[in-house]
């Protein structure tokens, strides 16, 4: 395979590796369901921040290949929040290093797979002036990742008797649904990836299996991957869109990336370990004095971590009295 193959080659630390897509999200999702599993089962094990690494290195390094070869701005910016968060977790500081978040993601990549150089530099390309390829669903694409993640850790744990609500085939099948379309959006990028579009394919015919549906060709299969992850999500029947330069700075998805959850490590001194897309109000937002569930402080706190509280939220606009119930979350 030459060394300019597939865009994530002209980055050192992933073409010394050559990682294939199907590799790249079997280690993601391993590391995500072994943290789940570890925060539901025993949040205070030494074991944890490990694991927390772990997860943070694997998805990192899924979510900036895919922006690699997509040059989606959504996946950069959520590569750049990875690696920020592994330095964080490593004791660096943002400000004491020459290199970004991104570089040590990468550095930390090709040093876990012994290519003991860590060079995360590029390597000379010609310039691509084609168009990226268009994302073939509305929702941020790093919100897909976060769901074929969390849906993969969910099918497993729910098979556990002690969450008897997890709905087991759901997350199975969101978990088909989401795997697939990032495999094909991976290979229409990269269409010198043949295993890729196998693998995206093998999604589809497998969620067609799953949905009792007759078998088809490999790009009808891939095709309904789409289809169905279509009917499946609401945000297509969105009758009032944000605008590009949303006052809520979601860029007109109706989202914005935030982080959810803080790591204590003692004298007021907190870690953001966990972020996610949250619902955008369209406007900067406030929290109501009011709120029920933090007592309008607009955290809550369990052993060793501080949450954001969702359900006081409140568009700066609105009377500070509006109530939790009639704002949701």
């Given at each position: 395979?030459?060394?300019?193959?597939?865009?994530?080659?002209?980055?050192?630390?992933?073409?010394?590796?050559?990682?294939?897509?199907?590799?790249?999200?079997?280690?993601?999702?391993?590391?995500?369901?072994r943290l789940t599993d570890?925060?539901?089962?025993?949040?205070?094990?030494?074991?944890?921040?490990?694991?927390?690494?772990?997860?943070?290195?694997?998805?990192?390094?899924?979510?900036?290949?895919?922006?690699?070869?997509?040059?989606?701005?959504?996946?950069?910016?959520?590569?750049?929040?990875?690696?920020?968060?592994?330095?964080?977790?490593?004791?660096?500081?943002?400000?004491?290093?020459?290199?970004?978040?991104?570089?040590?993601?990468?550095?930390?990549?090709?040093?876990?797979?012994?290519?003991?150089?860590?060079?995360?530099?590029?390597?000379?390309?010609?310039?691509?002036?084609?168009?990226?390829?268009?994302?073939?669903?509305?929702?941020?694409?790093?919100?897909?990742?976060?769901?074929?993640?969390?849906?993969?850790?969910?099918?497993?744990?729910?098979?556990?008797?002690?969450?008897?609500?997890?709905?087991?085939?759901?997350?199975?099948?969101?978990?088909?649904?989401?795997?697939?379309?990032?495999?094909?959006?991976?290979?229409?990028?990269?269409?010198?990836?043949s295993a890729a579009a196998?693998?995206?394919?093998?999604?589809?015919?497998?969620?067609?299996?799953?949905?009792?549906?007759?078998?088809?060709?490999?790009?009808?299969?891939?095709?309904?991957?789409?289809?169905?992850?279509?009917?499946?999500?609401?945000?297509?029947?969105?009758?009032?869109?944000?605008?590009?330069?949303?006052?809520?700075?979601?860029?007109?998805?109706?989202?914005?990336?935030?982080?959810?959850?803080?790591?204590?490590?003692?004298?007021?001194?907190?870690?953001?370990?966990?972020?996610?897309?949250?619902?955008?109000?369209?406007?900067?937002?406030?929290?109501?004095?009011?709120?029920?569930?933090?007592?309008?402080?607009?955290?809550?706190?369990?052993?060793?971590?501080?949450?954001?509280?969702?359900?006081?939220?409140?568009?700066?606009?609105?009377?500070?009295?509006?109530?939790?119930?009639?704002?949701?979350?």
């Amino acid at each position: 395979m030459p060394d300019g193959q597939h865009p994530e080659h002209t980055v050192k630390a992933y073409r010394d590796e050559r990682p294939s897509i199907t590799r790249l999200i079997l280690e993601a999702r391993w590391a995500h369901y072994r943290l789940t599993d570890a925060l539901e089962y025993d949040p205070d094990s030494d074991a944890v921040p490990a694991l927390r690494r772990f997860n943070l290195l694997h998805a990192g390094a899924l979510v900036d290949i895919l922006a690699l070869r997509t040059r989606d701005p959504d996946l950069y910016e959520a590569a750049r929040d990875h690696g920020a968060l592994l330095r964080e977790v490593d004791g660096l500081a943002l400000d004491d290093h020459p290199r970004n978040g991104l570089d040590h993601l990468r550095a930390q990549y090709a040093r876990l797979h012994q290519h003991t150089h860590g060079d995360a530099c590029r390597a000379p390309q010609a310039t691509d002036d084609s168009l990226p390829p268009k994302r073939p669903f509305l929702r941020p694409a790093p919100r897909l990742v976060r769901q074929m993640l969390d849906t993969y850790a969910w099918s497993n744990l729910g098979l556990a008797s002690r969450f008897p609500a997890v709905d087991v085939a759901s997350e199975q099948r969101r978990h088909l649904m989401t795997r697939g379309l990032l495999l094909d959006w991976a290979a229409t990028a990269a269409p010198a990836d043949s295993a890729a579009a196998v693998a995206a394919a093998t999604a589809g015919h497998a969620l067609r299996a799953f949905d009792r549906r007759p078998a088809l060709n490999d790009l009808r299969a891939r095709a309904y991957l789409l289809d169905a992850f279509r009917d499946f999500d609401d945000q297509n029947e969105d009758e009032d869109p944000h605008p590009h330069d949303c006052a809520g700075r979601c860029d007109g998805t109706g989202e914005v990336l935030t982080v959810l959850t803080w790591e204590h490590h003692g004298d007021d001194t907190y870690t953001a370990v966990h972020q996610e897309p949250i619902l955008c109000f369209g406007a900067p937002t406030a929290h109501a004095p009011g709120c029920a569930t933090c007592g309008g402080h607009g955290f809550t706190y369990t052993p060793g971590y501080r949450e954001l509280c969702l359900d006081g939220r409140i568009s700066d606009g609105e009377p500070s009295t509006a109530t939790v119930a009639s704002q949701g979350s």
